[in-house]
């Protein structure tokens, strides 16, 4: 069971949780950001939510404790568990559950004014010191659940009347929800629905489970409000380099999600540089959503062009200067059995393009922003490439240098028929 004493700065809890079960684990006197004692008390707090899946280990400097999973055991994310700890005020609990109390039948619609009397009367008038709520605080509260979708408001004669949405049965859709809140993006929303409908046969086991991106779920969440509304944003940027955050103003455009490691990123246009960026978003808080900008879809539409150009998260940056492109070539050669090789070659390739030189003999061409992204995929043709022809000669000499400090440690030192690379 989670645990019970909930919390209000849900990103406290999340740095915690970059820190020690993320990024590496510390012991107890390394962690110099809080007092030992606010260590103590978040560390509790996350045993509840995550103790089946703690280990620790000892070492000279202390007992580093971190996170195990084995996901052929376990379905389900846990750090949902930590987005479901978020408190609420006496009052706002109090005022959800009268209301809904009133509202239970989706037939039955009523006024603010009746409302607010049924409230005052049916509720809390038994009460010697009874917690009052005012119509404003009433409106507002409506307000917020037909954004959601959860209450409908209908205009009859002068009046406006409120209802309960009808609710939905997703029996029929659980294997989805189960799918959905493991590998989608705010999958916690999926999560919430599976708690709602109970225990379940489990249909999905998951080979590579990417879970720790739950704790960035409320700030992807106000990413995607913000490009719903075609909003700019400030918020702030820490990179594991810095000690302080650093305040940006973008306009969210994009979000890619890498399906090799899970780690997600925000591609961004920032005003102050004219310039496009990716940023983790594992390093991002505190976002705000400021007013919408008559710019959002024309520079979505620069961002489609460059993706054509973009293997990863790599951008040109500045939009002010000349494009520049690095040109990747490389020419493989295959046996006869391996027309399998070639259609990989099709399959992996994100952009450019593969020409047929003969029948045991293809290149493939691209021009690229950032050709480093390019070089853990080539490194997966090694044993057939024939020839390399980077623009960017630097990464070109890094990567024959690699070949060949491979071939020393396996004692292969003149390198083979590879050698031409």
């Known amino acids: 069971m989670a645990y019970n004493e909930l919390i209000k700065n849900f990103e406290k809890i999340r740095a915690y949780m970059r820190d020690f079960y993320i990024y590496g684990f510390k012991s107890r006197d390394g962690y110099d950001k809080k007092s030992l004692r606010s260590y103590d008390d978040e560390r509790r707090r996350m045993e509840s939510w995550l103790g089946e899946h703690m280990r620790f280990v000892r070492?000279?400097?202390?007992?580093?404790?971190?996170?195990?999973?084995?996901?052929?055991?376990?379905?389900?994310?846990?750090?949902?568990n930590?987005?479901?700890?978020?408190?609420?005020?006496?009052?706002?609990?109090?005022?959800?559950?009268?209301?809904?109390?009133?509202l239970y039948n989706e037939k039955?619609?009523?006024?603010?004014?009746?409302?607010?009397?049924?409230?005052?009367?049916?509720?809390?008038?038994?009460?010697?010191?009874?917690?009052?709520?005012?119509?404003?605080?009433?409106?507002?509260?409506?307000?917020?659940?037909?954004?959601?979708g959860i209450i409908i408001s209908e205009k009859r004669g002068k009046y406006l009347l409120y209802r309960r949405a009808k609710d939905v049965k997703i029996d029929n859709i659980y294997d989805v929800i189960d799918f959905y809140s493991e590998i989608a993006p705010c999958g916690v929303i999926g999560s919430f629905l599976h708690d709602k409908e109970g225990k379940h046969d489990e249909v999905f086991a998951f080979?590579?489970?990417?879970?720790?991106?739950?704790?960035?779920?409320?700030?992807?969440?106000?990413?995607?409000?913000?490009?719903q509304s075609k909003s700019v944003v400030t918020l702030h940027n820490l990179s594991r380099k810095s000690t302080e955050p650093r305040k940006n103003r973008v306009v969210p455009l994009r979000i890619h999600i890498s399906v090799q490691d899970g780690k997600q990123y925000?591609?961004?246009?920032q005003p102050d540089f004219n310039s496009i960026k990716s940023f983790r978003i594992d390093y991002l808080s505190n976002v705000k959503i400021e007013k919408p900008t008559p710019r959002f879809d024309e520079l979505r539409k620069m961002l489609d062009n460059m993706e054509s150009k973009m293997w990863g998260v790599g951008c040109r940056g500045c939009l002010s200067r000349e494009e520049r492109l690095e040109h990747v070539e490389f020419t493989i050669q295959i046996e006869e059995d391996e027309e399998h090789i070639v259609r990989r070659l099709q399959r992996e390739k994100r952009i450019g393009r593969v020409e047929k030189i003969d029948d045991y003999t293809y290149r493939f061409i691209a021009d690229v922003y950032e050709t480093s992204?390019?070089?853990?995929?080539?490194?997966?043709?090694?044993?057939?490439?024939?020839?390399?022809?980077?623009?960017?000669?630097?990464?070109?000499n890094k990567f024959k240098q690699d070949i060949e400090q491979m071939y020393k440690m396996y004692g292969i030192e003149d390198g083979g028929e590879t050698n031409d690379i």
């Open 266 to 269: 925000l591609i961004a246009y």
């Open 59 to 80: 070492t000279p400097e202390g007992k580093n404790v971190f996170i195990s999973i084995d996901s052929r055991s376990s379905n389900h994310n846990p750090f949902y």
């Open 82 to 102: 930590a987005l479901k700890a978020k408190s609420f005020t006496d009052g706002d609990i109090t005022l959800h559950f009268i209301l809904f109390d009133i």
């Open 108 to 148: 039955d619609a009523y006024s603010l004014t009746e409302l607010m009397n049924k409230i005052d009367e049916d509720y809390l008038s038994c009460f010697e010191e009874p917690m009052a709520f005012d119509e404003s605080t009433l409106r507002k509260k409506l307000k917020e659940y037909i954004e959601e």
């Open 373 to 396: 992204e390019l070089i853990p995929w080539i490194r997966t043709f090694i044993c057939r490439i024939k020839k390399l022809n980077f623009s960017n000669r630097t990464i070109e």
């Open 207 to 227: 080979k590579h489970h990417y879970i720790t991106s739950a704790i960035d779920s409320d700030v992807l969440c106000s990413l995607f409000l913000a490009m």
